[in-house]
């Protein structure tokens, strides 16, 4: 718990604690913390604030954080009452209970290139409904390596990789930031899986694109292959492959004129795998 001050958390863990109140974290009269990149797991408050818990006139920011798996009867993720709380380039995701934010009393509000998806209690409602889709806000499965096991890295096709805030600094691999605690690492390009000899690569050019883009894709031995276009709010919008692929290279044109211009996601499933890809329509 911090009672006032302004303490600095970066590159922390909490992990499957409990608590009346703030399961992760409490802060209280006036504090204004600053939390990066930091992963709040598991934890549970009988009260409220699952990961997260505030009240009397605190100041928080939150950035590349990854809250997942947090549990409470008010804010699985966080529940905070009055005072001033940004967000970015964040995840929210799978509280058992609760929803993702909950607010109380008066409130500044700023939220983000954040990932609510999967909280019990619901994702973007109340005071936040109208920020999804808004500032780069998503709701998607954000596709963790294990999320079963608690392994809270992001998986190559994940939706999060590449969709902070442009205007944060890049990520190691110099690509623009991901959304979330850990960085997805470009460099190495292709997503393995438990065989190391079984892997698909997929990507789309040109993107960002204007009516056309071509996604292409290689398969290390033949399966069915489906490829599905969503929208911004995470919803299918067309299915433009489904069917049998030898293994081999491969490509698919999507023609986008019948939509508007924004950003879309592609998700690719083949051989019992997935991936999930950014693209950006200019009309």
Known sequence: MADRGNPIIDSCRFIDNVAD?????????GAEPYISR?????NTAVEGGGGFFSEAMVAATIVNCTFSDNSSPEGGGIDFRQGDLAIRNTIITFSGQGGSVSFRGNNNISISY??????????WFGPIADLLGVNGNISLDPMFVDHANG??????GSPCVDAGDPLSPYDPDSTVADIGAFYYDQLT???SFNNPSIYFSVSNYPNPFNSTTTIRFSLPEPSDVGIDIYD???RKVETISEGYRLAGSHQMAWDANKYRSGFYFYRIEAGGYSQ???MLYLK
């Open 276 to 278: 999930t890809g950014k």
């Open 21 to 29: 109140y703030g399961g992760g974290m409490f802060f209280n009269n």
């Open 38 to 42: 930091s992963l709040i797991h598991g």
């Open 232 to 234: 911004l709010l995470g």
């Open 151 to 156: 392994d809270c890295r992001l998986n190559g």
């Open 189 to 191: 390009n292709i997503i």
């Open 114 to 123: 954040s990932d609510f998806y999967g909280n019990t209690g619901g994702d």
